[in-house]
């Protein structure tokens, strides 16, 4: 069986699992403390996006920025995220997300104060784990309720894009 035509769309693999992390981490929280249940939870998170990074980057068969900006689309899919392209070179990768279905999502569940706990936190150990050369500048997220949210991957070395301000 075709892998691709199993796996499910990240939208909706994020909702099964907002759906049974959510209630488990308030729980955990309760016990443990918020910012301690968080502080966990969040390394978990950070390590399954590395290892997240790690599989796409031998999926596509390279680590480059290029190869990473081909995989926009799965980030896409199912329309997940709007997305406004606003640079893409070999060194360079800028876009701003315009709309976030993940972010409402968590808030239509009532967990909108997790979202980026269980969502945003992860692009970065995704970018990190997909390759070590490429960082990630992010000044702000709809989730955390800016207009929109501002991604700016570069080759490390190369002079940082200024980030859009709203």
Known sequence: MDPEKTRLPLLQQREIEARI?????????EEVGHDRALEIVGGVIRE??????AELARTLGE???????RSLDRWREG???????????????????TRCRYAEMYQAFGLADL??????????ALAEGFNSEIELTRTQTIMGGASFCDFRFRLVGQDP??????
Request: charged content about 20%.
């Open 21 to 29: 992390v959510g209630p488990i981490l308030r729980a955990f929280a």
């Open 48 to 53: 399954l996006a590395r290892e997240s990074g």
């Open 79 to 97: 329309g997940a995220l709007e997305i406004q392209v606003i640079e893409q070179s070999p060194d360079r990768l800028s876009f701003d997300v």
């Open 63 to 69: 680590a480059s920025l290029s190869a990473f900006a």
């Open 161 to 166: 894009a200024p980030a859009r301000t709203e």
């Open 115 to 124: 979202g980026a706990s269980l969502s945003c936190q992860r692009d970065f």
